[in-house]
């Protein structure tokens, strides 16, 4: 999997849009951006994942620069239930092997 | 609630002993791994299954081991247990073997190894 750089630490007020950004400079052409979260004690959850150019669900959206050599997840109106931390994952998951090797992620802390 | 279940929630257990952890995974889904998060390694992929038939490895120890059975359900065997194996044992389980990093993680089993 690429070697990925995202910050440690982020702190937010609730209601604020949210962006963490992802760097990952030795992305292959086939690799996937892959985004979890994880609450303390639980398992992480799949968030969202995308390739190129914009995804969007119904909790995120994923922007992706034509280089591809980062990305942006993008918490819309984050609350406090939205502190954990969010790991941003890269590889091909077609490939041959489809494990998830989690980096240290970054700790989102929202507060009122 | 991702539809994937792991008992026990809790082990408490002496060094040298042996514990089997299990994963039922969402219904449905072939794929089985394991993932082990501590203090000091972060989260760390062990092994997957698909169908039965061991599909990956990481970074697993000899002293553990895994099987996924007829039912698709996956157990974790840790033997001669040492303090550093206290951690925190996910399961996860994926629909589409291979091609997807988008994987349902169980609550997980705590162990504490004393």
């Known amino acids: 999997l690429a070697k990925t750089t995202q910050p440690i630490s982020m702190d937010s007020y609730e209601g604020q849009e949210v962006n963490i950004t992802c760097s990952h400079n030795?992305?292959?052409?086939?690799?996937?951006i892959t985004w979890y979260q994880q609450f303390p004690s639980q398992g992480p959850r799949f968030i969202i994942q995308?390739?190129?150019t914009k995804v969007t669900n119904e909790v995120a959206s994923l922007f992706i620069p034509a280089d591809r050599k980062s990305s942006t997840l993008s918490l819309p109106r984050v609350s406090l239930s939205d502190t954990a931390v969010y790991y941003c994952?890269?590889?091909?998951?077609?490939?041959?092997?489809?494990?998830?090797?989690f980096g240290t992620g970054t700790q989102l802390k929202v507060e009122l | 609630d991702s539809g994937v279940t792991q008992t026990p929630k809790h082990l408490i257990t002496a060094t040298g002993q042996r514990v089997t952890l299990r994963c039922s995974p969402r219904s449905g889904d072939l794929s089985v791994y394991w993932y082990q998060q501590s203090l000091d390694q972060g989260l760390q992929f062990l092994i997957q299954?698909?169908?039965?038939?061991?599909?990956a490895k990481g970074n697993i120890l000899e002293r553990f081991s895994a099987q996924q059975f007829p039912d698709l359900h996956s157990e974790l065997n840790l033997s001669s247990l040492e303090l550093g194996d206290s951690a925190l044992y996910f399961c996860a389980s994926s629909d589409r073997g291979d091609s997807t990093y988008e994987q349902y993680f169980g609550p997980g089993t705590r162990l504490t190894v004393t």
């Open positions: 030795n992305i292959a052409t086939n690799d996937y």
């Open positions: 299954y698909y169908n039965g038939e061991e599909r």
């Open positions: 994952l890269v590889g091909d998951p077609t490939g041959g092997g489809n494990k998830l090797t």
């Open positions: 995308g390739y190129k």
